[in-house]
Nanobody, 122 residues
Framework: QVQLVESGGGLVQPGESLRLSCQPS????????MAWYRQVPGKERELVAN????????NYTESVKGRFFISGDMFGSTVSLQMNSLKPEDTAVYYC???????????????WGKGTLVIVSS
């Protein structure tokens, strides 16, 4: 069983920063995409940022551009999300996803973490 473990969430005040980290329980032979998503109750899960290893290319949702920064190595050993100037609307459960190949999979597969909670409030 492959698991992605997120860490770094917590309660912060507006304007403060957090750094989220994601570490897989097993190595990846190859990685296509590394991403962070977030979700709030009653809403669909939203893609926040991702790295496509073909290029590579980096993408951010408009609301976090200039504030959030994703990073990771090409094998998905660690995927991080630096979040600066946090706003109350950033409050959500944040999920890590790695799209790639492991010894456990028959082929390319999406692997998800269980999420880490970020609360931005005064």
């Amino acid at each position: 069983q492959v698991q992605l473990v997120e860490s770094g969430g917590g309660l912060v005040q507006p304007g403060e920063s957090l750094r989220l980290s994601c570490q897989p329980s097993t190595g990846f032979f190859s990685v296509m995409n590394m991403a962070w998503y977030r979700q709030v109750p009653g809403k669909e899960r939203e893609l926040v940022a991702n790295i496509n290893n073909i290029g590579p290319t980096v993408n951010y949702t408009e609301s976090v551009k200039g504030r959030f920064f994703i990073s990771g190595d090409m094998f998905g050993s660690t995927v991080s999300l630096q979040m600066n100037s946090l706003k109350p609307e950033d409050t959500a459960v944040y999920y890590c996803k790695i799209d790639g190949w492991t010894t456990e999979s028959a082929g390319r597969k999406d692997y998800w973490g269980k999420g880490t909670l970020v609360i931005v409030s005064s």
